[in-house]
């Protein structure tokens, strides 16, 4: 227990499937004697039913725990979904974004995580899946710009940690650093994690957003499609070009035996920059925005 004012408030959020111990642990080397660690348990299993009552539930605690404290400094960290219930509580709570001096997205599907498709396959919103299937990177670079922001991910195999790919966690605003061959479950409580942490933490500053080039304003573009989501690359072999561009980047499609159709983005030398995928009632949208690239490309070369 901290026994005098805390040097910082540490709020250490844990995600679904998953109760508040590994990432409690992790907060708990992380701060200092003097440091108010609240990592709330939201249960394991009301982390399968709806993200509402969670994301109430964290902000329910955060506006007590502020109403004694409102001058101490805060830190925040979330693993996968506890750093989306972050995004939505600080989104709800612009006032305290003064007061918040690191946010740490650990693992977390900001761009819609691909396995809520497998639950929630036409984008209904069913359940947990249709608020992990959300694309919040809006709401996430608006935070980012006053607030400074880290992103961690995890490879184990060359586009995902195991359970969401490495594209969902970026988003421009933030700094992003990649781990490899540490798992979707690793990340919560692990030294390298710790040490990125610390700093981030001696440095916390906004990032810089660089300015956009032809590759980024595409990716940009792509996920605007409502529904699509950002995808393993381990497919893009399949693809086949549809457009190529003076410059050498190429826009490729590939449908799989199930009927999902993918897109990928690939540079001069045939490397994937980008993919992504749309259910069956989000293909006529990825049709569309295809065309009009195709149509805008074709109208500048005239030009």
């Given at each position: 227990?901290?026994?005098e004012?805390?040097?910082?408030?540490?709020?250490?959020?844990?995600?679904?499937?998953?109760?508040?111990?590994?990432?409690?642990t992790?907060?708990?080397?992380?701060?200092?004697?003097?440091?108010?660690?609240?990592?709330?348990?939201?249960?394991?299993?009301?982390?399968?039913l709806?993200?509402?009552?969670?994301?109430?539930?964290?902000?329910?605690?955060?506006?007590?725990?502020?109403?004694?404290?409102?001058?101490?400094?805060?830190?925040?960290?979330?693993?996968?979904?506890?750093?989306?219930?972050?995004?939505?509580?600080?989104?709800?709570?612009?006032?305290?974004?003064?007061?918040?001096?690191?946010?740490?997205?650990?693992?977390?599907?900001?761009?819609?995580?691909?396995?809520?498709?497998?639950?929630?396959?036409?984008?209904?919103?069913?359940?947990?899946?249709?608020?992990?299937?959300?694309?919040?990177?809006?709401?996430?670079?608006?935070?980012?710009?006053?607030?400074?922001?880290?992103?961690?991910?995890?490879?184990?195999?060359?586009?995902?940690?195991?359970?969401?790919?490495?594209?969902?966690?970026?988003?421009g605003?933030?700094?992003?650093?990649?781990?490899?061959?540490?798992?979707?479950?690793?990340?919560?409580?692990?030294?390298?994690?710790?040490?990125i942490?610390?700093?981030?933490?001696?440095?916390p500053?906004?990032t810089e957003?660089?300015?956009?080039?032809?590759?980024?304003?595409?990716?940009?573009?792509?996920?605007?499609?409502?529904?699509?989501?950002?995808?393993?690359?381990?497919?893009?072999?399949?693809?086949?070009?549809?457009?190529?561009?003076?410059?050498?980047?190429?826009?490729?499609?590939?449908?799989?035996?199930?009927?999902?159709?993918?897109?990928?983005?690939?540079d001069?030398?045939?490397?994937?920059?980008?993919?992504?995928?749309?259910?069956?009632?989000?293909?006529?949208?990825?049709?569309?925005?295809?065309?009009?690239?195709?149509?805008?490309?074709?109208?500048?070369?005239?030009?």
């Amino acid at each position: 227990m901290v026994s005098e004012a805390p040097d910082f408030i540490l709020f250490a959020q844990h995600g679904w499937a998953d109760t508040h111990k590994e990432i409690a642990t992790m907060a708990k080397i992380l701060a200092t004697p003097q440091t108010l660690i609240i990592a709330p348990n939201l249960g394991w299993f009301r982390t399968w039913l709806r993200i509402e009552p969670l994301i109430d539930r964290v902000e329910e605690i955060a506006s007590q725990i502020l109403a004694t404290y409102p001058d101490t400094p805060i830190r925040i960290m979330g693993h996968s979904m506890g750093g989306l219930i972050w995004l939505e509580v600080l989104s709800r709570h612009p006032e305290w974004w003064p007061q918040v001096e690191s946010f740490v997205l650990i693992a977390s599907p900001v761009g819609g995580a691909d396995l809520a498709r497998f639950f929630d396959p036409f984008g209904m919103g069913i359940g947990i899946a249709g608020a992990l299937g959300v694309n919040r990177r809006k709401m996430a670079k608006l935070i980012a710009k006053t607030i400074p922001t880290l992103v961690i991910a995890g490879d184990i195999d060359g586009g995902s940690d195991g359970t969401i790919t490495v594209e969902t966690t970026k988003f421009g605003e933030a700094k992003f650093v990649s781990l490899l061959n540490l798992h979707h479950a690793k990340l919560k409580n692990h030294p390298a994690v710790v040490d990125i942490i610390r700093e981030f933490w001696a440095n916390p500053v906004i990032t810089e957003c660089p300015p956009p080039d032809f590759v980024s304003i595409l990716i940009e573009r792509l996920q605007s499609i409502p529904g699509i989501m950002d995808a393993h690359r381990r497919d893009f072999r399949r693809a086949k070009t549809c457009i190529t561009f003076p410059n050498g980047l190429t826009i490729r499609t590939w449908r799989n035996p199930l009927g999902v159709d993918h897109v990928f983005i690939a540079d001069c030398d045939g490397q994937c920059l980008y993919s992504g995928f749309v259910g069956l009632i989000h293909v006529a949208a990825l049709r569309k925005v295809l065309k009009e690239i195709q149509e805008e490309f074709q109208n500048r070369d005239e030009g």
